[in-house]
């Protein structure tokens, strides 16, 4: 299982869990609307990176309290 993490004021909150790398990869492509040029990001509203400047993710295992995100949002899911 992949996690995204949202970047908001150097805070690192999980958003949304994936099946894959690629469709993480996938899902961040399509949400990001706009780099600016100090390097972050504005992306689509009604995402679960909405509000944040950031993203990051990674494979590693989850905790019980993380079970509350979204898995493999899609852009139908608006």
Sequence with gaps: MWNLYGIKRDQRNL???FDTEAQLRSYVQWAILKRDDDGSFRFEQKTPLTGCTSYD?????????????VHNPTPGML
């Design 57 to 69: 993710f990674d494979d590693a295992p989850l905790d019980s309290e993380s079970a509350e995100v």
């Design 15 to 17: 958003v949304a869990t």
